[in-house]
């Protein structure tokens, strides 16, 4: 398909008119309208009607939005792989989520900048759901994740293991802490290990799906939850939380997943260099750590 069909069919949909979009794509609005037109007989559906107030899509148009908004951030996509910098040979294209990012994984940047001079980093920070869509699309060549989706396609490893422990926090400068239960999810793993340590655990009235937010607001305001040791050591050692004694522990992996597609030679020295990372991070816990 013509990517100016596709552009062109977003265009209209952005200015809810076949004018409107004949103005921002600086043509004549016949132009829009052939270029709809040819679309339609291309695709055999009616993907508009207009009326007096502009265009309005059909049914077929609004499913076909998303397909020609994907085509587009593709086309994108590969434009900017192919556009290397000056110097380099390819692009490593990483993702993390952003706890990982803030904790230790963004040391891997450096890392690569001194043993893999000749990859042109782009990273990015997402949830678990959508690294896994963009890996399967092609738009990210590795993602470190707590829950990694398998999928078709894709290779998954373990590169680290965090321990997770209850800590709880004074409230309101009180050395007693908060009754608060600060619910930081972990992913299913860590989810079905709390239930089976904690089978009468009411519905979390406080529900957060980033830890460090989680932490952040447990340090602010007391209350008790679990969070990795790797997090929570400088607060513990200054006495600003505690860990509660006798409290059950949950282990707390974290894997790379990366595409068929990508460049293997990259993927094994992105592998290392986690490996290396985590060393020197002390494992980040206390269980052993494997890298595939």
Not at 201 to 217: E, Q, R, S
Not at 235 to 253: D, K
Not at 261 to 268: C, F, L, M, S, T
Request: net charge neutral.
């Amino acid at each position: 398909m013509d990517l100016v069909l596709a552009r062109t069919f977003l265009e209209v949909i952005a200015a809810g008119s076949f004018i409107g979009a004949a103005e921002r794509l600086n043509v004549t609005q016949s132009t829009v309208s052939m270029r709809i037109r040819q679309l339609e007989q291309e695709l055999g559906v009616r993907l508009f009607v207009r009326n007096r107030d502009g265009a309005v899509l059909t049914s077929a148009g609004a499913q076909f939005q998303r397909h020609a908004a994907a085509l587009i951030r593709v086309w994108q996509q590969a434009r900017q792989d192919l556009a290397l910098p000056h110097g380099f040979r390819t692009t490593l294209r990483i993702g993390g989520e952003a706890g990982l990012w803030n904790r230790w994984l963004h040391n891997l940047v450096p890392w690569m900048r001194q043993n893999a001079s000749g990859v042109a980093l782009r990273c990015e920070v997402g949830l678990p759901d959508g690294m896994t869509h963009a890996l399967v699309e092609g738009l990210l060549d590795i993602a470190v994740i707590y829950s990694p989706q398998s999928r078709p396609g894709l290779t998954i490893v373990r590169v680290a293991e965090e321990e997770l422990v209850l800590v709880e926090a004074p409230k309101d400068g009180d050395r007693t802490a908060g009754n608060e239960q600060v619910y930081v999810d972990w992913g299913e793993e860590f989810r079905r290990q709390h239930r089976m340590a904690f089978p009468d655990f009411p519905i979390p009235a406080l529900f957060i799906g980033l830890g460090t937010l989680g932490f952040d607001y447990l340090l602010r305001n007391g209350g008790a939850g679990y969070f990795p040791k790797s997090l929570i050591a400088p607060a513990s050692a200054s006495g600003a939380i505690r860990i509660v004694p006798g409290a059950p522990t949950f282990a707390l992996p974290v894997f790379a997943a990366y595409a068929a597609g990508a460049e293997r030679a990259v993927i094994d020295t992105v592998l290392r260099g986690l490996a290396a990372i985590v060393a020197a991070h002390g494992g980040l816990g206390e269980r052993p750590v494997s890298s595939g």
